[in-house]
């Protein structure tokens, strides 16, 4: 049976989180047991595959863009170690109770489900599935469909996640959205976030936790050093104290508050660093590097600096993105 094999391999990877060479091999063999069960290899490159699909702020990734994102390592193997966990802390705090998640954004082969309901019974762990993409969707149930693992699933939802309204959202347990890109560039976390946290209870808990886009500054490396040093410069944006405002009744602002990192003084700096770091649950965290989500942005720093000001802010509308003014 597909579903047992899945669960093995679903194992794999999490008792072995520190072994790259193993989560890579045991992914790529899920893929393989993917791409047999659906039939996106036979919808090839075409148009409606690949295009973005515009929400109601911030893109949606295509299709075959989504499925890639099952092959980003150590990201798919940090998400479900993350997830499991938070299944299991979960289960001890609320004892003979079904743990329901709120899935949003599952892409073509929702992989939060397929990968964790396996280690679970469907009395334990109940997913509702929401994703904008028509074609992700319909793939994903018939992936869900294929593994048999229809019973752990409630609902269905082809929507928005920007303005979805939850039905009975207190009863979720676990909020799942990895929407996001480095740099928080385009994709619809924020939005998300904005919109479903004051849906949800607040025992309700998110993964990823948090993202936070932070600016360092490198030193010109001196001989007989290693590496550079650096150091932390400010805090971008920590999405969760700035969606906290939102009690329900506020619409999503144009930007957020802009921050500014002043370069003039007496030391000299190499380069600005800006990463996105990704808090996914406890202790566990997508670092530098670590994932397509993690590569961060450096920028050469010139002296005689023209402005001695550099102003970061997070644009919401008319596009999502981070945006530098100096
Ligand atoms: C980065 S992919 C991740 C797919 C899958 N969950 C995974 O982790 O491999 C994000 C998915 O969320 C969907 N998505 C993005 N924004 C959305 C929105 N506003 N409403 C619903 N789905 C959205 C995209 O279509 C895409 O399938």
Redesign the pocket.
Known sequence: MLRNTIKELSTTILNNQSDFDTIKNTIDEIHTHYLETTNIRDLGDGMQHMAA?P?????????N???A??L?YR??AK?LDGMVTLIREKQQQHPNETINIF??????????ITLVAPLFKASEVQFSI????AS?IKMAEELINALELTEYVTAYHN????T?QIPDAKKYHIL??????ALLYR??YV??LWNMLPQISDNCAVIPNNVIVQASLTYPQKEGEDTRKEKEAAVILDVREAVKVNDGTKSLPQSFEPITINLSGDEKYHTMIVDTKVHIHNDIWLHRNESSLSIPLEMEIVYPLEAPNVTFFYELKPSVELKLQN
């Open positions: 699909v929400t109601a702020s911030g893109m949606a990734l295509s299709l863009h989504a499925a994102c099952l980003d990201r798919t998400f899935y949003a954004g599952c892409g073509p082969y929702a992989p939060f929401l994703e904008i993409n992700s929507a928005d996640a920007v979805f799942f959205s990895e929407t996001l890109d994709e619809s939005p998300i």
